[in-house]
């Protein structure tokens, strides 16, 4: 076993005396270790030539560095839409403009292949109390008349008495209409006053400050 492998060493040394791998310096180990009792599979060549050759490091290889994505918060979603479908319109315009610019935004219609077969009423209540880092809400009769809106609207309100004053609820008047849950002094904009442009570039400010 010995001699088949001395000759198999003997034929690297002698081509490359001057260039030690870590797997050499390794054999070499080895040849030390077995030298004492009178064993060696270096022949006197490859000796004298180890003596005199340098035993050279394999360079280190740097790993290289990990990249992570930027995000405006460490929410799932940056904003999430609540509205009536008589908005729809307008709130997928807004919508569009904020995906478009880099943003995570729950809006039903992004998500018709994950929201298929889930149970809506655990997965909205999710998004709009924990996930999203703003609730945007459409605020019209309809809005505050249908079913899955006063859903959403009270899982947002449970958030935003947990955010303990901090901005949550950003609210977009459509109809002067009260909605239970929201405080009359909370600030808003119009959209009688205000384009979908204009308001996906005010929401976007809000995102990046």
């Keep these: 076993m010995f001699s088949s492998n001395a000759e198999v060493a003997h034929r690297?040394?002698?081509?490359?005396?001057?260039?030690?791998?870590?797997?050499?310096?390794?054999?070499?180990?080895?040849?030390a270790t077995l030298e004492p009792w009178g064993m060696s599979f270096l022949s006197k060549a490859a000796k004298a030539i180890t003596a005199k050759a340098p035993i050279l490091k394999a360079p280190i290889q740097k790993a290289l560095p990990v990249t992570t994505k930027t995000t405006t918060s460490?929410?799932?979603?940056?904003?999430?839409?609540s509205f009536a479908g008589t908005e729809r319109t307008l709130v997928e315009e807004i919508a569009t403009i904020l995906k478009d610019n880099g943003f995570n935004v729950f809006y039903d219609n992004f998500y018709p292949e994950q929201l298929w077969g889930k149970d809506l009423v655990a997965t909205f209540d999710r998004i709009y109390r924990k996930e999203s880092r703003y609730c945007i809400m459409f605020l019209s009769q309809e809005y505050a008349d249908r079913m899955w809106t006063t859903?959403?609207?009270?899982?947002?309100?449970?958030?935003?008495?947990?955010?303990?004053?901090n901005e949550y609820i950003l609210p977009v008047k459509i109809d002067d209409v009260d909605i239970d849950g929201l405080a009359p002094t909370l600030g808003y904009v119009s959209a009688a006053s205000y384009s979908a442009q204009k308001i996906a570039d005010l929401l976007m400010s809000k995102l990046k400050g």
């Design 12 to 31: 690297w040394f002698d081509g490359h005396a001057a260039h030690f791998a870590e797997g050499i310096k390794g054999l070499l180990d080895a040849h």
């Design 74 to 81: 460490d929410y799932r979603y940056d904003v999430a839409f």
């Design 151 to 165: 859903h959403e609207r009270r899982s947002a309100t449970a958030r935003a008495l947990q955010e303990k004053g």
